[in-house]
């Protein structure tokens, strides 16, 4: 079976620094991968390459089957999901209207959308502003729009920051979802011994290498 | 599901829209300060009213022109990175996000037109003919103005050249805005055939629409 992410001598220069060197990572349908290392050891910027929203400058590979450095790599995006530490939601908008219009986008119905914020527990809050919620239910609402995108890729991003007992308990449902159906699943963080319980395999970047 | 390109550009604006009745930016700073604008005009040159009968749709526009290019850019820019990456990731086609942005900023542009419009009507006593005319120029300045806020602001979003880049990009392109929505309202005053003028009105909106639609890749996908 195909690998979901394959990365070959990846290399990421920012404004003549240089983020990731040689990074070689392959992922295979049903692993969950833990990555961690220091604050600016790259982990952000591997996340976003794999999420296609950064090009390699040198290297390549491909996710969900898709090469990463051609000129199709916008056709990967459907079945990559990403939650960032900085929420990517409207502060005006209600939770609700948020997860609409992302499923408007995307194409899921508002039933589908509605059905998901419930499932994360936000079914009370939904109408409530994101300017009016804390950061942890906001990254429950992102959490939402996953579960109703089903994505190959999960790539998330300090997952666990700001959540309660019960959010962390979703992060696991996510990421099992995903993975119980040949996808695969990303966990950066700095909570070592939640991620190293939760993934199959850990990897540290240091520096950006991958040792 | 694919979801078409106006369907997304009809989301954007409704999102855009909304976002701005519940900020309330243009109808509650930038709508009294275009007309604060036009007030000043009067204030500094005296009531004689023969001139500013004359000066009255050449301010009004350059006051459109400075406040609309203001509104639409702020429109365009207010998305911060994760928003931006978030809709990448969805799959929001880069035209349709052109699209949907130049729509809401032309509402909104709208409306500035036609507040100001009424109290330029009565600080400068602009008499009120070819009204229909009004109902074609007014959106397609609105229009064209919204697109070109929409995509100075990608330039400044792909990070490449910074809000520096703005001023020589929105010149040129407003100038023969601006130039042909005041000789159209010149022409109406003085009576005069306006049509060639709005023609070049309908030209510049099309040019900027392509112009948009071709850069609006490039600009969100300058990864």
Not at chain 1, 27 to 32: N, P, V
């Amino acid at each position: 079976m195909d690998p979901v992410v394959v990365l070959e001598g990846i290399g990421v220069r920012i404004g003549g620094d240089t983020i990731l060197r040689d990074v070689e990572l392959e992922l295979a349908r049903g692993e969950t991968l833990g990555l961690f290392g220091a604050n600016g050891a790259g982990k952000t910027t591997l996340l976003r390459l794999m999420a296609t929203l950064l090009a390699p400058s040198h290297g390549g590979g491909t996710v969900v089957g898709v090469d990463i450095a051609g000129n199709d790599y916008t056709s990967a995006r459907p079945s990559i999901g990403y939650v960032g530490h900085t929420p990517g939601l409207y502060g005006e908008l209600t939770l609700r209207e948020n997860i609409r219009f992302s499923a408007s986008i995307a194409g899921i119905g508002e039933a589908e959308a509605d059905a998901a914020l419930g499932a994360v527990g936000l079914a009370g809050a939904a109408d409530r502003r994101v300017e009016a919620t804390s950061h942890g239910m906001q990254r429950r609402a992102e959490f939402a729009l996953q579960l109703a995108r089903k994505p190959r890729l999960l790539l998330l991003d300090e997952p666990h920051s700001a959540l309660d007992a019960a959010a962390v308990d979703l992060v696991e449902s996510l990421v099992e979802r995903t993975t119980a159906v040949g996808g695969a699943a990303v966990l950066v963080s700095h909570d070592r011994e939640r991620v190293a319980a939760a993934a199959d395999r850990t990897v540290e970047l240091k520096s950006g290498t991958l040792v | 599901m694919t979801v078409s390109m106006w369907s997304q550009a009809r989301s954007v604006a409704r999102r855009d829209l909304i976002r701005e009745r519940r900020r309330g930016e243009v109808l509650w700073i930038t709508v009294p300060f275009g007309a604060i604008a036009l007030l000043m005009f009067p204030l500094a040159i005296g009531t004689d009213a023969r001139l500013l009968e004359q000066i009255g749709p050449g301010v009004f526009w350059v006051i459109v022109m400075l406040f609309g290019i203001l509104i639409s850019i702020r429109q365009a820019a207010t998305e911060t990175t994760a928003q931006r990456d978030a809709l990448a990731l969805l799959g929001l086609d880069p035209a349709a996000g052109f699209a949907g942005r130049s729509i809401s900023a032309a509402a909104l542009l709208f409306v500035f037109e036609v507040v100001v419009g009424a109290v330029a009507f009565v600080l400068y006593d602009i008499p009120l003919i070819g009204i229909p005319w009004l109902f074609v120029i007014l959106p397609l300045v609105a229009l064209g103005l919204g697109m070109l806020g929409s995509i100075a602001a990608g330039v400044v979003a792909a990070g490449h050249s910074g809000a520096g880049l703005v001023p020589f990009l929105v010149a040129p392109l407003s100038v023969p805005l601006l130039l042909a929505a005041t000789q159209a309202f010149e022409g109406l005053r003085l009576g005069r055939p306006i049509l060639n003028w709005v023609l070049l009105m309908v030209i510049i909106v099309l040019v900027l629409a392509v112009i948009g639609t071709l850069t609006a890749r490039p600009l969100q996908e300058s990864r």
